[in-house]
């Protein structure tokens, strides 16, 4: 099987929490396809309702790991983040749900859904399922 674009944010993640109460955050990730180079991430603070662009670092290749960056003022309030990429192909990495559509339910193998980490007032960040 072809490597579908994939993303994830891995800070903030459960390994890495937010240390400060609010202020300048900087949220970070890694995106890859097996299609081709990433094209751009997204990043949505709101679990997939608002989607902003988020910095793609360094040279892009094709079918590697391409790192991006989102700087934002975090008010201290529970968020919903979520990371969505899109390859040079314009394949765009589907929610969990439009994956169940396409494969079913018991598809464990290639998920390339979106992943959703719920970051706590207290900066704690936890793996959360958005439908």
Known sequence: YVMEAK???????????????SGFTVLSGIAWSGRGKIERVDISLDGGRNWRPA???GP???KAVTRF???FDWDGSELLLQSRATDETGYVQPSKTELRQFRGVNSIYHNNGIQTWYLHKNGEVENVEVS
């Open 60 to 62: 892009v290749w094709d």
């Open 55 to 57: 910095r793609l670092d």
């Open 69 to 71: 960056y989102y700087e």
């Open 7 to 21: 993303s994830i944010i891995t800070s903030p993640s459960p390994q890495a929490p937010v240390n400060h109460k």
